[in-house]
């Protein structure tokens, strides 16, 4: 099967049954390498005449998705299908959703960089925050005029107004977006999920690299929603005793929100008390008491465990790292930006006065972390773009900035695996202030540029 | 030929109506124990039919095959022609001879549709059990809309010969142009697959009815009879099923026909219970 070009986006049109026995038929290793050879912005399947699929029908696609964007850096995914397939898509593929998907042709060719300055007005909404901030940024980049509906009932009441835009984009994913491990709420803490019976399975299905790096970036606060634990064993005591120990040394606090003592022997609550862990009854008792969630979430500069030199393989990566934060708030902000020094030092900030701060920890083939300093003016023209309004809501900029750093994390994620460096992304760490900063980083050596943005001044630093 | 579609192969059609007509005219039964079988099928006359049959060994070992295929399922080989003809039940006797007639005609090395002897054997085996499943679900007992199915591959293999008059304009099209092969027969010859069914049943004297069925089934031209427009959602829904099949993938049958999925939605929750497709 051979992909069709318009508007250099190539399409594959499969229809009838998709399923693993027919999959391998309809894309032929010579079909792959002919797409290869294409010169198009975006390779997708279209789904519309598709009417059956499972996991391994779609995966020949998924493959090719991988080998492409390798070869051609340019976006993959499916599109035409209805909400149905939307969710089967999003539940097959859950934390490997590497591509796009696009609700229809015409909702991609609006994310395609050859159909810029069309000027459209779109609506556009989804579930994921994350993702209604890359697509507002993709769609601005592209001379569009996003319209962000922050919920679903927002969404419904705007979409229900006749022509009131030219195009509604929903159900639609930007696969270079980062992975979404567990939650970030407003306070800098990291949300869990846990269900069912806690036993050694725990030890597996915990990521334990995943919050050892988010303990690295300077997460303090870890709750555990645990409303639908029915029982935990001894195996899973010892392994919250464990992590709640190695917690300790960061200064961080590990939280029960919603866990029942009723089959779970209450000297277990007594053995993780002891161990550091805290337990709250509801989820809203930690976070809609904003002196306790400062508390708990405040960084401690005693923390930071390991001191770990920058190695080459980062170094030699540095200007993917900055290609990929400078191409994001450029757009982001609708400004240029311009490098002025880069060092190798313990991170120097000259003017701590209105800046604020984010942090993002990567790790797999290459481990280290990205610190963002900005001044407040940039945080609030971002933050403008994501919520579609001007603010000077604190909580709301670090939200913004918090986002953006998470593209930037998602881009850079990317890049890398077109070089074959496979690596995950911690969630971002916001810090309102240089101080808070520099309670975690003031000791860590790493890369520092400078770069300004118009008259703004902004700092990068890459660090382990 | 009826009257629309003579019209439609006017002007344009590269391929002249008196050799579509030739090769339509190969379809009909040309052997007398063929002839008689049919005869003694159509009448209900299993075990006469059956004697005649054993007549022509091609066909015995045709039908030998046929039945002993896993698709059937039966555990030791059934050789006798009469306990076919029993296990069968008239309507599906008569398409498997229909089927064999359907099979005489097949080229010996395809050109354009990857296809051979055995996958083109397969693809009328598996469209004539299915569509037997599919009758049985909808209770309908009628040995014409049964035999029905056979009129699809008959109508491949016509639309092979014609592919292979122009075949290099037919590659050029695909090259330049995701565009069906069906399309692609209309430009060529004025007249598309479901066309050619439709000619073949006035050949095998199949009732109106019939020709109806197999053009609603195309997914474009709906008949005004709504139980045959029912069957007709049922025949297209299964064609692309059997089409989504990896050996017809590979044959190239897959992207023979445009897929109408709105045309077939409504009737698709019921058509996976009966595929048992999960």
Same mark, same amino acid.
Not at chain 1, 74 to 82: A, H, K, L, S
Not at chain 1, 140 to 156: L, M, R, T
Not at chain 1, 420 to 446: C, F, H, M, N, W
């Given at each position: 099967?051979?992909?069709?070009?318009?508007?250099?986006?190539?399409?594959?049109?499969?229809?009838?049954?998709?399923?693993?026995?027919?999959s391998?038929?309809?894309?032929?290793?010579?079909?792959?390498?002919?797409?290869?050879?294409?010169?198009? *912005?975006?390779?997708?399947?279209?789904?519309?005449?598709?009417?059956?699929?499972?996991?391994?029908?779609?995966?020949?696609?998924?493959?090719?998705?991988?080998?492409?964007?390798?070869s051609?850096?340019?976006?993959?995914?499916?599109?035409?299908?209805?909400?149905?397939?939307?969710?089967?898509?999003?539940?097959?593929?859950?934390?490997?959703?590497?591509?796009?998907?696009?609700?229809?042709?015409?909702?991609?060719?609006?994310f395609?960089?050859?159909?810029?300055n069309?000027?459209?007005?779109?609506?556009?909404?989804?579930?994921?925050?994350?993702?209604?901030?890359?697509?507002?940024?993709e769609?601005?980049?592209?001379?569009?005029?996003?319209?962000?509906?922050?919920?679903?009932?927002?969404?419904?009441?705007?979409?229900?107004?006749?022509?009131?835009?030219?195009?509604?984009?929903?159900?639609?994913?930007?696969?270079?977006?980062?992975?979404?491990?567990?939650?970030?709420?407003?306070?800098?803490?990291?949300?869990?999920?846990?269900?069912?019976?806690?036993?050694?399975?725990?030890?597996?299905?915990?990521?334990?690299?995943?919050?050892?790096?988010?303990?690295?970036?300077?997460?303090?606060l870890?709750?555990?929603?645990?409303?639908?634990?029915?029982?935990?064993?001894?195996?899973?005591?010892?392994?919250?005793?464990?992590?709640?120990?190695?917690?300790?040394?960061?200064?961080?606090?590990?939280?029960?929100?919603?866990?029942?003592?009723?089959?779970?022997?209450?000297?277990?609550?007594?053995?993780?008390?002891?161990?550091?862990?805290?337990?709250?009854?509801?989820m809203?008792?930690?976070?809609?008491?904003?002196?306790?969630?400062?508390?708990?979430?405040?960084?401690?500069?005693?923390?930071?465990?390991?001191?770990?030199?920058?190695?080459?393989?980062?170094?030699?990566?540095?200007?993917?790292?900055?290609?990929a934060?400078?191409?994001?708030?450029?757009?982001?902000?609708?400004?240029k930006?311009?490098?002025?020094?880069?060092?190798?030092?313990?991170?120097?900030?000259?003017?701590?006065?209105?800046?604020?701060?984010?942090?993002?920890?990567?790790?797999?083939?290459?481990?280290?972390?990205?610190?963002?300093?900005?001044?407040?003016?940039?945080?609030?023209?971002?933050?403008e773009?994501?919520?579609?309004?001007?603010?000077? *809501?604190?909580?709301?900029?670090?939200?913004?900035?918090?986002?953006?750093?998470n593209?930037?994390?998602?881009?850079?994620?990317?890049?890398?695996? *077109?070089?074959?460096?496979?690596? *995950?992304?911690?969630?971002?760490?916001?810090?309102?202030?240089?101080?808070?900063?520099?309670?975690?980083?003031?000791?860590?050596?790493?890369?520092?540029?400078?770069?300004?943005?118009?008259?703004?001044?902004?700092?990068?630093?890459?660090?382990? | 030929?009826?009257?629309?579609?003579?019209?439609?192969?006017?002007?344009?059609?590269?391929?002249?109506?008196?050799? +579509?007509?030739?090769?339509?005219?190969?379809?009909?039964?040309?052997?007398?124990?063929?002839?008689?079988?049919?005869?003694?099928?159509?009448?209900?006359?299993?075990?006469?039919?059956?004697?005649?049959?054993?007549?022509?060994?091609?066909?015995?070992?045709?039908?030998?095959?046929?039945?002993?295929?896993?698709?059937?399922?039966?555990?030791?080989?059934?050789?006798?022609?009469?306990?076919?003809?029993?296990?069968l039940? @008239?309507?599906a006797?008569?398409?498997?001879?229909?089927?064999?007639?359907?099979?005489?005609?097949?080229?010996?090395?395809?050109?354009?549709?990857?296809?051979?002897?055995?996958?083109f054997?397969?693809?009328q085996?598996?469209?004539?059990?299915?569509?037997?499943?599919?009758?049985?679900?909808?209770?309908?007992?009628?040995?014409?809309i049964?035999?029905?199915?056979?009129?699809?591959?008959?109508?491949?293999? @016509?639309?092979?010969?014609?592919?292979?008059?122009?075949?290099?304009?037919?590659?050029?099209?695909?090259? @330049?142009?995701e565009?069906?092969?069906?399309?692609?027969?209309?430009?060529?010859?004025?007249?598309?697959?479901?066309?050619?069914?439709?000619?073949?049943?006035?050949?095998?004297?199949?009732?109106?009815? +019939?020709?109806?069925?197999?053009?609603?089934?195309?997914?474009?031209?709906?008949?005004?009879?709504?139980?045959?427009?029912?069957?007709?959602?049922?025949?297209h829904?299964?064609?692309?099923?059997?089409?989504?099949?990896?050996?017809?993938?590979?044959?190239?049958?897959?992207?023979?026909?445009?897929?109408?999925?709105?045309?077939?939605?409504?009737?698709?929750?019921?058509?996976?219970?009966?595929?048992?497709?999960?």
């Amino acid at each position: 099967m051979r992909a069709t070009v318009r508007d250099s986006i190539a399409v594959f049109s499969p229809q009838g049954f998709l399923d693993g026995n027919n999959s391998e038929s309809l894309l032929t290793i010579e079909d792959i390498k002919a797409t290869s050879n294409l010169k198009v *912005d975006m390779v997708l399947v279209s789904l519309k005449k598709v009417i059956f699929f499972n996991r391994n029908g779609l995966d020949a696609f998924v493959k090719m998705f991988a080998k492409v964007r390798a070869s051609n850096n340019v976006t993959v995914g499916f599109c035409d299908y209805e909400k149905k397939k939307f969710d089967a898509i999003i539940k097959f593929y859950e934390n490997n959703l590497h591509f796009s998907l696009f609700k229809s042709l015409e909702v991609a060719s609006l994310f395609a960089s050859s159909f810029k300055n069309q000027n459209k007005s779109v609506l556009l909404f989804s579930e994921d925050r994350s993702q209604r901030a890359a697509m507002a940024i993709e769609l601005h980049d592209n001379g569009h005029n996003p319209i962000i509906a922050q919920s679903q009932s927002e969404f419904k009441q705007k979409s229900d107004t006749e022509n009131a835009y030219d195009i509604i984009v929903t159900d639609t994913y930007l696969g270079q977006m980062g992975q979404k491990v567990a939650t970030r709420v407003t306070g800098n803490a990291i949300i869990y999920t846990v269900s069912s019976f806690l036993d050694t399975n725990i030890a597996n299905t915990f990521n334990i690299a995943y919050h050892t790096n988010s303990l690295n970036v300077g997460f303090r606060l870890f709750i555990f929603d645990a409303y639908k634990v029915v029982s935990m064993n001894i195996h899973a005591l010892n392994f919250f005793s464990k992590l709640a120990s190695s917690a300790a040394e960061y200064n961080a606090t590990i939280c029960f929100a919603g866990l029942t003592f009723e089959k779970t022997p209450i000297a277990f609550k007594e053995t993780l008390e002891d161990a550091g862990i805290m337990f709250f009854d509801q989820m809203d008792d930690i976070l809609k008491n904003k002196d306790l969630l400062n508390e708990l979430g405040a960084s401690s500069a005693a923390a930071s465990k390991n001191k770990r030199a920058l190695n080459k393989v980062i170094v030699t990566e540095l200007p993917r790292f900055i290609d990929a934060t400078v191409l994001t708030i450029e757009m982001m902000t609708n400004s240029k930006a311009a490098k002025e020094a880069a060092k190798i030092n313990n991170i120097t900030i000259n003017d701590k006065e209105n800046k604020i701060a984010s942090s993002i920890g990567f790790y797999g083939d290459i481990d280290g972390m990205v610190i963002l300093v900005f001044p407040k003016e940039i945080a609030k023209k971002a933050c403008e773009l994501l919520i579609g309004e001007q603010t000077d *809501d604190i909580e709301q900029i670090l939200d913004s900035l918090a986002e953006l750093v998470n593209i930037v994390g998602g881009r850079v994620k990317t890049l890398l695996l *077109d070089q074959d460096i496979q690596v *995950d992304i911690t969630l971002p760490r916001t810090y309102p202030s240089v101080d808070s900063l520099l309670e975690i980083a003031q000791d860590k050596k790493g890369v520092q540029v400078d770069l300004s943005f118009d008259n703004d001044k902004f700092l990068f630093f890459l660090t382990r | 030929m009826c009257a629309t579609n003579s019209n439609k192969s006017s002007k344009q059609a590269v391929i002249a109506k008196d050799k +579509i007509d030739n090769y339509i005219d190969k379809i009909p039964p040309s052997s007398s124990i063929l002839k008689e079988t049919l005869m003694l099928l159509n009448m209900g006359e299993l075990t006469k039919a059956a004697k005649v049959a054993e007549g022509d060994l091609a066909l015995k070992s045709y039908l030998k095959g046929i039945v002993n295929k896993p698709l059937y399922g039966f555990k030791k080989e059934v050789s006798d022609i009469s306990q076919i003809f029993g296990i069968l039940g @008239v309507a599906a006797s008569e398409q498997t001879v229909y089927n064999y007639m359907i099979s005489l005609l097949s080229p010996d090395k395809w050109k354009l549709f990857h296809l051979n002897a055995s996958s083109f054997n397969e693809l009328q085996a598996r469209l004539s059990r299915r569509w037997k499943e599919i009758l049985e679900h909808l209770q309908i007992k009628d040995k014409d809309i049964e035999s029905s199915i056979a009129l699809l591959p008959a109508s491949i293999i @016509v639309a092979e010969a014609l592919f292979c008059e122009k075949i290099e304009d037919v590659k050029l099209l695909r090259s @330049v142009k995701e565009i069906d092969l069906n399309t692609i027969l209309s430009r060529l010859c004025g007249i598309d697959l479901f066309d050619i069914c439709e000619q073949i049943a006035i050949k095998w004297e199949m009732p109106t009815k +019939i020709a109806q069925i197999v053009q609603a089934s195309s997914g474009v031209k709906p008949s005004e009879d709504e139980t045959n427009n029912t069957l007709a959602k049922w025949m297209h829904l299964l064609l692309f099923y059997e089409l989504s099949q990896a050996m017809f993938v590979e044959a190239g049958l897959n992207d023979f026909i445009d897929f109408q999925i709105d045309y077939v939605y409504d009737i698709y929750d019921d058509f996976t219970q009966v595929m048992d497709i999960t």
